[in-house]
């Protein structure tokens, strides 16, 4: 046995012996003065009052462009005042907005309404749109007229009175209406808002959420972020991901201002750091997967940023001694509203150097946790189990009843009081001190760049084309642990497409991170003893296929060291060997996340730093390595 093995035995020895002393895997959350100060009032009351108290401080900051608090109401007042007769409370609203001043406007007309808001983000795309409105009972869709889905060119149109000032914003932002689906789901009383999570049967699931359980995270937010006028909160998160509603009413119901960001700083690592300087922001949130190469590097000793909340993938490091800002690793599903558990990290704190991955904490405010067996008995402290959830951060359930009955159930007996607790399908273990640590998952959801992908929904993407039989995905890691999605796909008799254009067309259905980095197409689907598919098998095969398709995978012997620097690079990050020269990075299979990766090793190798945007107009490879050149070409000639 090795050191490190021996190390491992030891301590989880440790907490085997520890667990009868510590008791059951249960913990509150425990609410600050703060906290039970402001819990009483409800997230748009809150709001309201600093548009009382002070109509003139900045709502929203994008550049040049500025809206005060009071400018924000009249323009949200202006918007309800559009939508009068057309929309009422409880309707299930799609807003296909990205990040903007615009956003906010909506955001607070729909509240005030009391509709329920459903972001879909800017480009859901049509078929998503389609999968979402044949389901749910979406009365209007609100975005950019240019973006909004072709099917949606017969409804009635309703520009609304947004100002079309700040980035990402639309020219012109309509209300797109048309008849509701017979028999599609409608969002249960007092919901506030409802966002969609992957489903397990191939389409996408909307859970709801009501006003008190926001209202008990932003207490939570507030109170341990100090947001308070003067304060500039990120508007960062991506719209169709439910942290962006913490940012959003968090800055809203503590008198600060937002700063929308930019597209291009969400690709770019060290753009954001640019950002955060040049726009002042001092309490932001952002994905895991983002935050956490700015972590190993020096950290800039300029930025406003006290506070740091970064949540959505596993975190595999903590950051070091040089951050000056708290970082938070929040956890959190949608059902139990953003976050439910989180652990503080600051440069004082005597495990600062400490390499392993930090835990994701404790319990907010009115959080209740256990860790249970698959019976749901409570687990003693130091044994692994699922976590369940519990308190006033549960989601009303989803708009689907069956589903929601399945999900949040009864609680242990130790916990009767709660009522009901979500079952998160996260396998974890809670220390001696209360801690819990995250294992991974129980079932075959994944995480891919932030966000939870069932492998069902991408599968019944792919079979949507009529030239496949059926679709298997699978997960693999790379060397440095992080999940990538790969379909094995069986083809109609007759059918012969290639994998390129497999993708292409699951591009228009799934979101960016649920795309599959590789395409497989098979002959047959092998199966196990119980006649079911052998996913073991086919991950089996996807890693030899790749191993030999590594061995053989030849470089161009004419390339320059440039070509074949970011030739390498793109394989090793797409997970694609077969990628050449004149293949276009992104229509490869990079996403947001992996345009990152890229610029960040090609700034370490080559001292050339490029922009997000710089490097996705180049129409292939080659063309990057010919700016990476020319950039240190030009570093190099000296100026008379």
């Not at 077969?578 to 992996?594: E, H, M, R």
Request: aromatic letters at 4%.
């Amino acid at each position: 046995m090795t050191a490190e093995a021996t190390t491992r035995q030891n301590i989880d020895s440790a907490r085997h012996a520890g667990a009868a002393e510590a008791g059951p895997s249960i913990a509150h959350g425990v609410p600050a003065a703060a906290h039970r100060a402001r819990c009483s009032h409800g997230v748009l009351a809150r709001y309201e009052e600093w548009v009382r108290r002070a109509p003139e401080s900045p709502a929203v900051i994008d550049g040049e462009h500025r809206w005060t608090y009071g400018g924000l109401d009249a323009a949200a007042n202006a918007v309800v005042a559009a939508l009068a007769g057309r929309v009422r409370p409880g309707d299930l609203v799609g807003v296909c907005l990205d990040r903007s001043g615009a956003l906010v406007v909506i955001a607070v007309a729909l509240a005030r309404i009391g509709a329920v808001y459903l972001p879909l983000g800017p480009r859901p795309g049509e078929r998503r749109i389609n999968a979402v409105t044949e389901d749910l009972s979406v009365v209007c869709l609100i975005g950019d007229q240019e973006l909004l889905p072709g099917h949606l060119d017969g409804p009635e149109i309703v520009e609304l009175p947004v100002s079309g000032a700040g980035s990402n914003t639309a020219a012109c932002v309509v209300a797109a209406f048309a008849p509701v689906a017979p028999g599609s789901r409608t969002a249960p009383p007092k919901a506030l808002y409802a966002v969609l999570t992957s489903g397990s049967t191939g389409a996408p699931k909307a859970v709801a959420v009501a006003e008190p359980a926001l209202a008990a995270l932003l207490d939570w937010y507030c109170a341990e972020t100090g947001l308070a006028p003067g304060d500039r909160q990120s508007l960062l998160i991506g719209v169709a991901f439910d942290p962006h509603l913490m940012e959003l009413w968090g800055g809203l119901t503590s008198g600060a201002a937002l700063v929308p960001a930019p597209d291009e700083v969400r690709w770019d690592p060290a753009a954001l750091t640019g950002w955060w300087r040049e726009a002042g922001v001092t309490v932001t949130v952002a994905a895991t997967p983002m935050v956490e190469p700015l972590l190993g590097r020096p950290w800039p000793r300029d930025l406003l940023v006290r506070h740091l909340v970064v949540g959505g993938d596993r975190m595999r490091r903590r950051p070091g001694p040089d951050v000056t800002a708290t970082v938070h690793n929040a956890y959190g599903p949608a059902e139990a509203t953003v976050v439910t558990t989180t652990h503080a990290m600051r440069a004082d704190d005597p495990d600062v150097h400490c390499d392993a991955a930090p835990p994701i904490g404790t319990p907010i405010a009115g959080v209740s946790v256990a860790v249970t067996d698959a019976d749901g008995a409570v687990l003693p402290r130091g044994e692994d189990g699922e976590l369940r959830v519990g308190g006033s951060c549960l989601a009303l359930g989803y708009l689907d009843p069956e589903l929601t009955a399945h999900r949040f159930t009864a609680p242990p007996t130790a916990l009767a009081e709660l009522g009901r607790m979500y079952r998160t399908g996260d396998r974890v273990r809670m220390a001696v001190d209360g801690s819990i640590e995250f294992l991974g998952r129980l079932d075959d959801q994944v995480k891919i760049s932030g966000v939870r992908i069932e492998p069902a929904e991408v599968e019944a993407a792919f079979e949507q084309d009529p030239v496949v039989r059926s679709a298997v995905v699978t997960t693999s890691r790379d060397a440095e642990g992080r999940a990538r999605l790969v379909a094995h796909v069986l083809l109609a008799d007759g059918a012969a497409p290639c994998p390129d254009e497999l993708l292409a067309a699951v591009r228009t259905w799934l979101p960016e991170q649920a795309v599959p980095s590789a395409v497989r197409v098979v002959e047959a689907l092998p199966l196990d003893a119980n006649g079911k598919v052998d996913r073991a098998v086919l991950r089996e095969q996807a890693e030899e296929a790749l191993v030999r398709a590594v061995s053989v995978a030849a470089l161009p012997e004419d390339a320059s060291a440039d070509e074949l620097l970011v030739l390498a690079a793109a394989r090793d990050l797409i997970g694609r060997p077969d990628i050449a020269l004149d293949d276009n990075f992104t229509d490869a299979g990079g996403t947001s996340i992996l345009v990152a990766r890229l610029l960040e090793v090609l700034e370490r190798e080559t001292r050339v730093h490029l922009r997000a945007p710089e490097l996705l107009r180049q129409p292939d490879l080659r063309a990057i390595a010919a700016v990476i050149d020319r950039r240190r070409t030009s570093a190099q000639t000296p100026e008379f």
